[in-house]
């Protein structure tokens, strides 16, 4: 069987542009374009930018991340050397991203996916009212809040976290959906939802209280409705080391104070 092709990308911090020259040489490495597993230099941003530009150009191929960022929740540990044998014995995590449709009070239409969470968020001083329909039945008729989020596994450890929201298993079929800062009710600590579910929330008195909608880092401002499913037809990949405990990482983050 011949090798896989590899594609190196860098974020342009200057840890990740000195890990890529110490990289360039113990490889034979292609075009971005051309590789059938790219390696991303970075940190979880980065990776999240590598996911999304294959998003955009309709192509995806395993990515294995190694850490260069602060976190790196989702990276690998950077070593030089043995990086193809590293590749080639790495566990693979497949992920389907969320696409959001938003619509706009003037009546526009855009259609984004996000790989961590949508949210929305409220614009100004005034605080967000949201109706949320789960699969066309209305679980909650009116949401006072700063704003809403729904979170994949994957995103679930980052603004879903720091909302309150639940920690996912990295592979479980679910959705986390957090309110922040619920003003009413007060109490509501958000829900765990199946993956498949279709959600829609639609802004109450929009005009007054305006909200926008973010898929990662793509923003629609003034939001009349957000409907956000799971898109089966896309699957993205990720590469982590036989040894890297990824799921275990996800279980102490819920011990942590």
């Known amino acids: 069987m011949s090798q896989p092709k590899l594609g190196l990308l860098a974020s342009p ?30 940190g979880d941003g980065f990776l999240l930018q590598t996911l999304h530009r294959m998003l955009a150009e309709g192509r995806t191929v395993p990515v294995f991340g190694m850490n260069l960022g602060t976190v790196g929740f989702l990276m690998n540990e950077f070593r030089a050397e043995g990086l193809a044998d590293r590749i ?71 603004y879903n976290l720091s909302a309150n929201g639940p920690i996912l298993p990295l592979g479980s079929d679910l959705l986390a959906l957090t309110p922040i800062s619920p003003f009413r009710p007060r109490r509501w600590r958000g829900a765990i ?18 909200v926008s909608a973010v898929a990662d880092q793509r923003e629609v401002r003034d939001v009349a409705s957000v409907t956000v499913s799971t898109d089966r037809t896309v699957t993205l990949e990720l590469l982590f080391d036989p040894d890297y405990a990824l799921d275990d990482r996800i279980v102490m983050e819920q011990f942590l104070a």
């Open 88 to 158: 080639k014995a790495a566990k693979r995590f497949k992920l389907h991203p969320l696409i959001m449709e938003a619509r706009s009070l003037a009546g526009d239409r855009q259609i984004f996916p996000a790989i961590n969470e949508i949210s929305l968020l409220r614009e100004t001083r005034q605080t967000a009212k949201i109706e949320i329909q789960i699969d066309g039945r209305v679980r909650m008729e009116e949401l006072v809040c700063d704003g809403v989020l729904v979170a994949t596994p994957a995103g679930s450890t980052a």
């Open 13 to 42: 911090t200057a840890p990740a542009r000195a890990a890529r020259e110490q990289l360039e040489g113990l490889a034979d490495w292609v075009e971005p374009e051309q590789a059938d597993i790219l390696v991303a230099l970075g």
């Open 193 to 210: 939802l199946p993956a498949k579910s279709r959600i829609e929330f639609h802004m109450l008195e929009a005009g007054k209280r305006p």
